[in-house]
């Protein structure tokens, strides 16, 4: 069973320092909201990912069109990613952004990383056949990878949160917006990344 926390360790550490949309949203939240906001979607993974580990390993895996719903969910995903950043790329001052009550982060988490193929194709490729070895050996080897796994993807990302939370009052003024813009862009070419994944999924190009 060390063997499956071992591998949960990596796995877990390489996913949650890995760039993408939910990286990227946990920096944009911390920095317009706070540390609050940034771990609210540091945690939106284990709000999202068992129904796509049940939806991936019990049902689309016998599907003949696994690749083309995996290409509209990045579409539909592409399109939520690239208004995040079109909304990031237009920050207003740091002071009104703060005193948002509302800013709804967990909720942009749970979009992001619902709507982006990533999950789906990880539990599909790598996460399912470790899995299905770890419930082969014993009961309690498939708990200790899931546990192990998302202890550090979701623990690295809070830190993650924490940390630039921390190094905020740094920040203001003109290099905030610009700091913002910068991560909107990323977000706007994340997009771009998705929109890219879901056709070549849907086989509409080769590139």
């Not at 949309?21 to 609210?40: F, M, N, Q, Y």
């Not at 009104?96 to 979009?111: A, D, N, R």
């Not at 949160?161 to 070419?189: E, N, P, Q």
Request: proline letters at 5%.
């Amino acid at each position: 069973m060390t063997n499956f926390i071992t591998i949960g360790i990596v796995l877990g550490l390489s996913a949650g320092f890995a760039p993408g949309p939910l990286l990227t949203l946990v920096i944009s939240e911390t920095l317009r909201h706070d540390i609050r906001s940034g771990v609210k979607v540091a945690v939106s993974p284990i709000f999202t990912d068992l129904p796509i580990i049940i939806l991936t390993l019990a049902v689309l895996s016998q599907l003949s069109d696994f690749h083309n719903i995996l290409g509209i969910i990045s579409l539909i995903g592409g399109c939520v990613i690239l208004f995040m950043g079109c909304e990031s790329m237009n920050p207003e001052s740091p002071e009104s952004e703060f005193s948002e009550t509302e800013p709804k982060s967990l909720l942009k988490g749970i979009l992001a990383n619902a709507l982006s193929p990533h999950p789906y194709l990880f539990w599909f490729s790598v996460g399912g056949p470790i899995m299905s070895r770890a419930m082969n050996q014993n009961v309690a080897a498939p708990f200790a990878f899931i546990g192990s796994f998302y202890v550090l993807l979701v623990g690295s990302k809070i830190l993650l949160a924490v940390l630039i939370g921390r190094s905020k009052s740094f920040l203001s003024g003109t290099f905030y917006i610009y700091t913002m813009r910068l991560l909107g862009l990323a977000l706007c070419i994340l997009a771009l990344l998705l929109f890219r994944d879901g056709l070549k999924l849907l086989g509409t190009i080769t590139f």
